[in-house]
């Protein structure tokens, strides 16, 4: 049965201008509602998940009679539409688990606008999703650990490397015991230790041929892509292909200097990673060649990379990953996007409106 309650982070505020504001902590999500009699108020009063709908307008009826059941019914579905209420009816969760992720509900519910959402809806559906990691170095490996700590249920972990010496200034899951020892070993003890009621797996693997990441796209809920190997551009391109024809919604994640960020798919809902690489080709096509400055073989070529810019890959990521399992609307997918450190604002990029035509993986069907 619906009882509606007023999320504690959007709670109401009576201004001496005769209007009630509500959501004044959601931003973007401000309403102010004219209160002339004081109805409002008091029907906002009654709002604290204790009555079902039946209740709420008997009670408001009791002391502004004018107000017929249909309005006191109307007035809700316009707060809950607004995503002001959640349904505070009970909802199967352990105790260990309400105190555990008590502040991961205040942030859900502040943030999820979906109409009639119970508070905790959201930490239910993290315990149902089922998550695959490819790579679990820098930005992969802060994800993992993100995800761990949020309670998501399952977490399978890929990689084939060993930790090494250089993986240390940035790879934060891995302690200056883990050196040579495979990382996917070193990552699952250390998400055990951070959350025990994570089921967290792994395989030593390296990614060859899209075959491989097909039979791990079919098996989770959400791909996050933070492997660079053979070329970041490359097994991209076969996670797409994978996800694509298996409808799983995945993630990639990067950092290049002071750059990090992910790129959020949602097969079938828009333009897919090849729309863009192929939209990408097809200008370079057409602008004047350039040349890329060869350096010799002495030259050095490593991964320019700190803690924080893997950290905040992993981040984006992992908020990606959770936002596309609890499913907040407003999540944007089908394109890319990340912060520049050092820089005010965040970044758009390799956005297109429309699905590529000549795209190599959705192409042929005319939409993405
Ligand atoms: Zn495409």
Redesign the pocket.
């Known amino acids: 049965m619906w009882r509606p309650r007023i999320k504690f982070e959007h709670r109401p505020v009576q201004h001496h201008d005769g209007l009630v504001r509500i959501g004044s902590n959601s931003p973007g999500n401000t309403q102010g509602i004219p209160d002339p009699d004081g109805s409002v108020w008091a029907l906002l009063a009654l709002l604290d998940g204790s009555r079902t709908v039946g209740q709420i307008a008997d009670e408001l009826a009791y002391r502004f009679p004018a107000y017929t059941h249909d309005e006191v019914s109307k007035a809700l579905d316009k707060l809950n539409t607004a995503g002001h209420l959640e349904d505070a009816s009970e909802i199967e969760l352990t105790d260990y688990e309400r105190e555990r992720y008590s502040r991961s509900r205040a942030f859900w519910r502040a943030v999820d606008r979906t109409p009639g959402r119970r508070s905790w809806d959201a930490q239910l559906r993290l315990r149902q999703a089922r998550v695959v990691i490819v790579g679990i170095g820098g930005a992969g490996g802060a994800a993992a650990r993100l995800l761990v700590m949020s309670g998501v249920g399952q977490l399978h972990c890929v990689d084939a490397d060993v930790v090494e010496l250089s993986n240390l200034n940035r790879q934060g899951l891995f302690i200056e015991q883990d050196l040579g020892k495979p990382k996917v070993e070193a990552a699952l003890e250390r998400l055990r230790q951070l959350n025990s009621h994570v089921e967290v797996s792994g395989s030593r693997e390296h990614i060859k041929r899209p075959g491989q990441l097909r039979a791990l796209a079919v098996a989770c809920d959400v791909l996050l892509m933070a492997a660079d190997q053979p070329s970041t551009g490359e097994i991209r391109s076969w996670t797409?292909q994978a996800c694509?024809a298996t409808k799983t919604a995945w993630v990639h994640t990067g950092y290049a200097g002071p750059r990090a960020s992910v790129g959020v798919f949602r097969p079938g809902t828009g333009?897919?990673?090849?729309?863009v690489r192929?939209a990408e080709q097809h200008r370079r096509s057409v602008v004047s060649p350039r040349i890329a400055w060869a350096p010799g073989e002495s030259m050095t070529r490593e991964h320019a990379a700190t803690a924080a810019t893997a950290a905040i890959a992993g981040a984006l990521a992992a908020d990606a990953v959770e936002r596309l399992i609890i499913g907040v609307p407003y999540l944007p997918v089908n394109q890319e996007y990340g912060l520049i450190l050092g820089a005010s604002r965040g970044y758009e990029a390799l956005r297109l409106e429309q699905?590529?035509p000549d795209?190599?993986?959705?192409?042929h069907d005319g939409h993405?």
């Not at 333009?271 to 729309?275: R, T």
């Open positions: 797409n694509y333009p897919c990673y090849d729309c192929a699905p590529w795209c190599p993986t959705c192409g993405g």
